[in-house]
Structures are given as structure tokens and as C-alpha cells.
């Protein structure tokens, strides 16, 4: 692993958290350092001053230098980026944006994201969209996914070949089971077919290098304060000129446009100004990347957390004599590692009880918390590495899980 004095338990002080608490998901809501709170106040200060000012004029100069300084983190033009809440706020507004004839199709994998899963069910009731399921069983080599999704285009364009697959959508690097996804050769084999691209990449921007130019999805999504040190809320929306006309956001405001083809589009005015909001986070992405780069930057920080998720989830596994989720290409594991639970199930508990009690009991009994879920039928825990983390902890998480594992199967 990276050896740095910057790194590990010693830079906690840097962050919120409580002393005692050892923090091992930052994947579900990120963490915001000590340093970014005062940026984030005096822009609010601004907004409470001269609020007219602010929101007519201000506002925007600000938005325009954050832009650019992102659009250089993840490589592309920065008229084509446009600030949201967050991922599933981005993944609604494409998927209810486009044009959609009854019984067309929707590429989609088994391991989506809950809230886009309830997006999907809202384009089959409200849309008559179909969905054409990719079911994932991992571990699987990137070649294996890239298999199947193949075999099921192929299947479904052989079936019903006046039937399009209006679009894909996909992730960069899956919420559970928390595993890199080969989201740039699936940007280009859908491509092969004539099917748009949605890569939800909520977990991406500070967990994995981001080149979308040279990627080049049809429309891309990431938060900003998942990964990349960003106060919550803020991601992102990436959409290339030549799909620009065809996105709108999920709340139309005064800034709707109607576009014809060959007619600029809108995207930016309607993006810009969702109506009166806090736009102050958004406005941290400067200072967020300045705090990045302090502790050595993009390739250090990433560096670090990949080793360490790796060596961890080994560690915890060996603990357990489970095994860590990885493939034999072991392309899977980025910052987060994903580790078979030593619990059965005996008593066939529902799985939403069975993840709350897992929760409950690692945050108020013994001041930690992963991501417990169930994958084809086995349970695992993702376990997130960030820079205030080190081995202690996922010996600590380790030590602790065996004993509430003891506890659920009695």
C-alpha cells in the first residue's frame, strides 16, 4: 500500500467525524472535510447580503468558474456540463426527456440502483416503455458482461426488429454489489446498435479517473459529493452538444425551450436555473479540488483508497474465511470492497430487516457502518476505503461483525 503521512486515521481531524465512530461507507453519503464549511457559509453569507445581486448576477459568474475547473477534472467541454442535486435527479431527467412510441425498449442491468429502478417502473407505466433486462450474477469478468448484454440485444433485435432500444442505461461503478462496471466498452457496443447511452455514474467523479471525451457517452451522471469531497448535495450532468436538444430537466422551469432539429438547444438556461435554490455547494467544487490536491491529488488519493480497499477487504475476509467479491481479472474492487458476510440467514428473515438490523446494530452498538446487502442469494457488506481510513478499521469492522453475525442467527 501507498505509504503517506497524509493518509490513514491520522487526517480523520480533517473531517466531522465523531472520535470514536470508525467510518466505513463513505459510498452512500460522502463526507465533507473541516475546510469546506467555511467556503460553504460565506456563500450563503453572499446569497443573505444582497440576494438580488446574487441570484441575478453573482450567482452565475461563480457556477461558470466551478464548471470549468470541473470540465477539466473529467476532460470535456464545459457547455456541456450542467449542475444537479444529485445522480438520480440527472438519470430522470434524460430517461423522461426522451421520445418514447409504446412497447419501445430500455437496455437495463440486474444490479441498477433502487431509486433508478423506480425510475425505470415509472417509464413502463407512464411511457409504455419496455424494459429488457441484463441479469448480472457476480462475480463476472468485464468480457462476460459485455457477453451477455450483447446476447440480449442481439436476441431482442432478432425477436422484434421494428422494435427499437431507444437507449442503455448502465453504471460506471455499481451501488451493490460496489463494483467497477466496463462502462466505456458498453458505451461503445451500444453504439454498435444505434442505442443511446445513460451511464449512471454516481460513484465515479473522485473514485476512478473520468475522461468523458474520450469515453463518450450519449449523457453521463456522477455526484460530486460522494467521491470528490463536495457538500451535499451537488453532482453533475454531461451531455455532449449533439444530444443537447433532447435533455430537459426533470422540473421544467421558465427556461423551457422548444427546439427543432438543427435549433440550439436550451440546455444550458434550463440547467443553470432550476428556480430559486441554495446553488452554495456547486460553488465548493473549486475548493473541494484544492483540498484534493493538498493531499497529493487525483492519482494519490485514488491510489491509496484502491490499495487499501483491497488490502481491507482481504483482511476482513480472512478474518471471516469468506472471501472477497473480485474476479480472476480483478477488475472489480476500486475504493470499495465487497466481502461475504459469515451469515446464513437461518431463520429466512426478510431482507430489509435483516439490513436494518445489521445497521442499527453497527451504529449504535458498536459506532461503525457498511452497506449490507444480498446478492443472488448470499449476504455481503461493502465496505468503503477513503483517505482518513487504514487497516485498524476494517479490523475493528471485522471484530465487530462477527459478533452481531452470532447474534442475527440466534
Given at each position: 500500500?501507498?505509504?503517506?503521512?497524509?493518509?490513514?486515521?491520522?487526517?480523520?481531524?480533517?473531517?466531522?467525524?465523531?472520535?470514536?465512530?470508525?467510518?466505513?461507507?463513505?459510498?452512500?453519503?460522502?463526507?465533507?472535510?473541516?475546510?469546506?464549511?467555511?467556503?460553504?457559509?460565506?456563500?450563503?453569507?453572499?446569497?443573505?447580503?444582497?440576494?438580488?445581486?446574487?441570484?441575478?448576477?453573482?450567482?452565475?459568474?461563480?457556477?461558470?468558474?466551478?464548471?470549468?475547473?470541473?470540465?477539466?477534472?473529467?476532460?470535456?467541454?464545459?457547455?456541456?456540463?450542467?449542475?444537479?442535486?444529485?445522480?438520480?435527479?440527472?438519470?430522470?431527467?434524460?430517461?423522461?426527456?426522451?421520445?418514447?412510441?409504446?412497447?419501445?425498449?430500455?437496455?437495463?442491468?440486474?444490479?441498477?440502483?433502487?431509486?433508478?429502478?423506480?425510475?425505470?417502473?415509472?417509464?413502463?407505466?407512464?411511457?409504455?416503455?419496455?424494459?429488457?433486462?441484463?441479469?448480472?450474477?457476480?462475480?463476472?469478468?468485464?468480457?462476460?458482461?459485455?457477453?451477455?448484454?450483447?446476447?440480449?440485444?442481439?436476441?431482442?433485435?432478432?425477436?422484434?426488429?421494428?422494435?427499437?432500444?431507444?437507449?442503455?442505461?448502465?453504471?460506471?461503478?455499481?451501488?451493490?454489489?460496489?463494483?467497477?462496471?466496463?462502462?466505456?466498452?458498453?458505451?461503445?457496443?451500444?453504439?454498435?446498435?444505434?442505442?443511446?447511452?445513460?451511464?449512471?455514474?454516481?460513484h465515479a467523479a473522485g473514485q476512478i479517473p473520468l475522461n468523458l471525451r474520450e469515453a463518450d457517452p450519449d449523457f453521463f451522471v456522477?455526484?460530486?459529493?460522494?467521491?470528490?469531497?463536495?457538500?451535499?448535495?451537488?453532482?453533475?450532468?454531461?451531455?455532449?452538444?449533439?444530444?443537447?436538444?433532447?435533455?430537459?430537466?426533470?422540473?421544467?422551469?421558465?427556461?423551457?425551450?422548444?427546439?427543432?432539429?438543427?435549433?440550439?438547444?436550451?440546455?444550458?438556461?434550463?440547467?443553470?436555473?432550476?428556480?430559486?435554490?441554495?446553488?452554495?455547494?456547486?460553488?465548493?467544487?473549486?475548493?473541494?479540488?484544492?483540498?484534493?490536491?493538498?493531499?497529493?491529488?487525483?492519482?494519490?488519493?485514488?491510489?491509496?483508497?484502491?490499495?487499501?480497499?483491497?488490502?481491507?477487504?482481504?483482511?476482513?475476509?480472512?478474518?471471516?474465511?469468506?472471501?472477497?467479491?473480485?474476479?480472476?481479472?480483478?477488475?472489480?474492487?476500486?475504493?470499495?470492497?465487497?466481502?461475504?458476510?459469515?451469515?446464513?440467514?437461518?431463520?429466512?428473515?426478510?431482507?430489509?430487516?435483516?439490513?436494518?438490523?445489521?445497521?442499527?446494530?453497527?451504529?449504535?452498538?458498536?459506532?461503525?457502518?457498511?452497506?449490507?446487502?444480498?446478492?443472488?442469494?448470499?449476504?455481503?457488506?461493502?465496505?468503503?476505503?477513503?483517505?482518513?481510513?487504514?487497516?485498524?478499521?476494517?479490523?475493528?469492522?471485522?471484530?465487530?461483525?462477527?459478533?452481531?453475525?452470532?447474534?442475527?442467527?440466534?
Open positions: 500500500m501507498t505509504n503517506s503521512v497524509s493518509f490513514g486515521r491520522a487526517l480523520r481531524p480533517k473531517f466531522f467525524f465523531e472520535d470514536k465512530f470508525v467510518p466505513l461507507n463513505n459510498g452512500s453519503f460522502g463526507s465533507c472535510p473541516r475546510s469546506l464549511l467555511p467556503v460553504l457559509h460565506d456563500f450563503r453569507q453572499k446569497m443573505e447580503q444582497l440576494p438580488d445581486l446574487f441570484l441575478q448576477h453573482d450567482v452565475f459568474l461563480f457556477l461558470d468558474k466551478n464548471r470549468e475547473k470541473l470540465s477539466s477534472l473529467v476532460h470535456c467541454d464545459p457547455e456541456d456540463l450542467a449542475f444537479i442535486l444529485n445522480a438520480s435527479y440527472g438519470t430522470n431527467s434524460v430517461l423522461r426527456s426522451l421520445s418514447f412510441n409504446p412497447g419501445d425498449k430500455i437496455l437495463c442491468f440486474s444490479t441498477v440502483y433502487n431509486a433508478v429502478e423506480s425510475n425505470l417502473a415509472f417509464m413502463e407505466d407512464h411511457h409504455k416503455a419496455k424494459l429488457v433486462p441484463v441479469v448480472l450474477t457476480y462475480p463476472l469478468s468485464d468480457q462476460d458482461i459485455l457477453d451477455l448484454a450483447k446476447e440480449t440485444i442481439e436476441r431482442e433485435l432478432t425477436a422484434e426488429p421494428s422494435v427499437p432500444i431507444r437507449v442503455a442505461i448502465f453504471d460506471a461503478i455499481s451501488s451493490v454489489p460496489g463494483v467497477r462496471f466496463p462502462f466505456e466498452a458498453m458505451i461503445k457496443l451500444v453504439r454498435e446498435y444505434k442505442i443511446l447511452s445513460l451511464v449512471d455514474g454516481a456522477s455526484n460530486l459529493h460522494k467521491w470528490l469531497f463536495v457538500p451535499r448535495a451537488s453532482a453533475f450532468l454531461y451531455v455532449p452538444k449533439r444530444n443537447q436538444g433532447l435533455v430537459h430537466p426533470a422540473v421544467i422551469n421558465s427556461s423551457y425551450k422548444r427546439t427543432s432539429k438543427g435549433e440550439a438547444s436550451g440546455f444550458q438556461g434550463e440547467f443553470v436555473w432550476p428556480g430559486t435554490i441554495d446553488f452554495s455547494t456547486h460553488l465548493c467544487i473549486i475548493a473541494a479540488l484544492e483540498f484534493r490536491q493538498s493531499l497529493g491529488g487525483e492519482e494519490a488519493i485514488q491510489g491509496y483508497c484502491n490499495d487499501l480497499a483491497r488490502q481491507g477487504g482481504q483482511l476482513v475476509a480472512d478474518r471471516w474465511g469468506t472471501e472477497v467479491l473480485e474476479n480472476d481479472d480483478r477488475t472489480l474492487t476500486v475504493a470499495m470492497t465487497n466481502v461475504r458476510l459469515p451469515f446464513a440467514n437461518k431463520q429466512n428473515k426478510p431482507v430489509g430487516e435483516v439490513t436494518t438490523a445489521f445497521k442499527e446494530k453497527w451504529i449504535l452498538e458498536h459506532a461503525t457502518v457498511g452497506q449490507p446487502y444480498c446478492h443472488n442469494g448470499t449476504w455481503y457488506v461493502r465496505l468503503s476505503a477513503q483517505v482518513y481510513n487504514d487497516l485498524d478499521d476494517f479490523s475493528y469492522f471485522a471484530e465487530a461483525t462477527q459478533k452481531i453475525c452470532k447474534e442475527l442467527e440466534e
